[in-house]
């Protein structure tokens, strides 16, 4: 049966109409400030990371792009904020490694963080450094290995809490080299490090800034990193993959939003970062943070985080890990 022109008409003109406000709401957003939620405080390396993306997305698409730091509960406190946020891209989270873990440590979140946040783009991605006290008998990984397997139980490493990639990448450390280490946590990095230093500590998996500048003064020995490949700003020290291969643990950072918001800002936002991510002033600011830019469309940033995920789950069950454990 063939419909009257006119009725065709009106049928074409009502399917197109769902189109016209996306495609409208992508050529004038943002219209107004834009929030990027960090779950940390002001001077860590995800507040860094939000604000270089922020500045270079504000000279980009000329609206200011506002950092809010929501510290507490490991992250936990930011990502929930984003969650329950209007999906209009107004609101985004600064999504970190924490985010996968905690997804895995709490069974009780009021939001599941691959469902609820939607990947916009990925930023940079970096290893952690196993760092040791000079006076540490041990000077290579397998020298540290055999001492623990000779010492069981009386090696201690430090982290910056129960549940943080420093502390995962220790037990993951404990599972794939066959070694009894005792985890101590601590409310935030800097003291782990200050007692590894006072000799207190045997080990810390750290974040590179602090381990580099703490290892050029020679206040600690970098027995190797955890990246698959030697890391540029330690490019004397090892790869742990050449010790324990297979053995990866990589801090990531970047963009999420509140499911269900318009996959045309989601594609505007994801292709900005990716354009600053080329850009050689923000890869410098990135490597003095000791990360790599990493960019990836939303589709593989979510294999990333699912994969990421899906890794710490089966740390943190082997492990028999529990909040603030």
Do not use: C
Request: charged share 15%.
């Amino acid at each position: 049966m063939q419909l009257p022109r006119r009725a065709f008409l009106r049928l074409a003109a009502a399917a197109a109409l769902p189109a016209l406000p996306r495609i409208a709401l992508a050529e004038t957003y943002p219209s107004r400030p834009v929030h990027i939620v960090v779950g940390l405080a002001p001077g860590s390396a995800s507040d860094i990371i939000a604000r270089l993306a922020g500045q270079w997305m504000s000279g980009r698409l000329g609206q200011p792009f506002v950092v809010d730091n929501k510290s507490g509960a490991a992250g936990i406190l930011a990502a929930e904020t984003v969650v329950r946020s209007a999906p209009d891209g107004y609101t985004l989270l600064l999504y970190s490694s924490a985010d996968a873990s905690n997804a895995a440590l709490h069974n009780d979140l009021s939001f599941n963080i691959i469902h609820d946040i939607a990947p916009v783009a990925s930023v940079a991605q970096g290893p952690l450094v196993l760092v040791v006290n000079p006076s540490f008998a041990a000077t290579t990984v397998p020298e540290f290995i055999a001492y623990a397997k000779a010492n069981p139980g009386k090696v201690n490493f430090g982290s910056a809490g129960t549940g943080t990639v420093a502390h995962l990448a220790g037990e993951l450390f404990k599972s794939v080299a066959g070694v009894d280490l005792v985890h101590i946590p601590y409310r935030g990095l800097a003291p782990a490090l200050g007692d590894l230093i006072g000799g207190r500590l045997q080990a810390v998996f750290s974040t590179m800034p602090p381990a580099i500048k703490l290892v050029e003064a020679g206040k600690l020995r970098a027995l190797a990193v955890t990246s698959p490949m030697r890391f540029s700003t330690l490019p004397d020290v090892p790869s742990m993959s050449d010790f324990l291969p297979g053995y990866e643990v990589n801090i990531s950072a970047g963009l999420g939003a509140p499911k269900n918001t318009p996959s045309d800002i989601i594609q505007k936002l994801n292709q900005e970062t990716n354009a600053g991510l080329a850009d050689a002033a923000i890869k410098v600011r990135l490597l003095d943070l000791g990360m790599m830019p990493m960019p990836l469309s939303p589709s593989d940033f979510e294999k990333l985080r699912v994969a990421e995920t899906k890794k710490w789950a089966a740390v943190i069950k082997q492990a028999h890990l529990k909040p603030n454990g």
